[in-house]
């Protein structure tokens, strides 16, 4: 069964730290690792995709990896400001063009 | 670039009533159109796919009786709750992509849905 698995659900980190969140995907043929970030009420806006023969790529402060072969991702947050509590989704997409969305992690950024 | 909108943002409509949702691609032409509907704390669920000018694919489970899509043009896209009930409250997302072949989906800002 497809599905995407996201770790830590929450997490609450003090302003200026660095965070990393992690994800594990099931889903086959596999094509490429999106990560996401959710305001509440707000649609996803897109951070990183990288291609399953990519292994980092890089956004600003936002930095994703992907490993293929242990089928795990992870998206690091350097110096974190307030305006970065959100959800953060990772997003497997297989070679049919399907979508599978993990639940997300809910960072909360405190001063 | 890349900006797709939806209206309304919110609407509060009475059980057995329908509401018309729309999603616009402002600054591209969008071949494929995606709905989601996404409930509290849960992921974006795939509702259905729409290609302009031919009839949408909906995923498994999805009523296309009930959950109406048009997808009259490349920059338009509407989805129509009809008779709406509470359990269909929830916070509706499109997305479209930017041409055929591009890995990127462009999403909406959304629309809640309360139905009382």
């Known amino acids: 069964k497809n599905q995407v698995e996201q770790s830590p659900q929450s997490l609450i980190i003090l302003e200026r730290k660095n965070c990393t969140l992690q994800?594990?995907?099931?889903?086959?043929?596999?094509?490429?690792l999106r990560w996401y970030k959710q305001d509440t009420g707000r649609g996803p806006v897109s951070l990183t995709i990288?291609?399953?023969?990519?292994n980092t790529k890089s956004n600003g402060r936002y930095t994703a990896t992907l490993d293929a072969d242990t089928k795990q991702s992870s998206l690091h947050i350097t110096a974190s400001q307030l305006s970065d509590s959100a959800s953060y989704i990772c997003?497997?997409?297989?070679?049919?063009?399907?979508?599978?969305f993990g639940k997300g992690t809910k960072l909360s950024v405190k001063p | 670039g890349a900006v797709v909108s939806q209206h309304p943002s919110w609407v509060i409509c009475k059980s057995g009533t329908s509401v018309k949702i729309e999603c616009r691609s402002l600054?591209?032409?969008?071949?494929?159109m995606f709905w989601y509907r996404q409930f509290p704390k849960q992921s974006l669920m795939l509702m259905a796919t729409?290609?302009?000018?031919?009839?949408?694919?909906?995923e498994q489970g999805v009523e296309k009786d009930k959950f109406l899509i048009n997808h009259a043009s490349l920059t338009l896209s509407t989805l129509t709750v009809t008779s709406a009930h509470p359990e269909d409250s929830s916070f509706y997302i499109c997305?479209?992509?930017?041409?055929?072949?591009?890995?990127?989906?462009?999403f909406g800002p959304g629309t809640r849905l309360t139905v009382t």
């Open positions: 997305s479209a992509i930017n041409g055929q072949g591009s890995y990127e989906q462009y």
């Open positions: 994800c594990n995907y099931t889903v086959s043929p596999f094509s490429n």
């Open positions: 990288m291609t399953f023969s990519e």
């Open positions: 997003v497997a997409g297989g070679s049919q063009g399907n979508l599978i």
């Open positions: 600054d591209f032409q969008a071949t494929t």
């Open positions: 729409s290609n302009e000018g031919s009839k949408a694919t909906y």
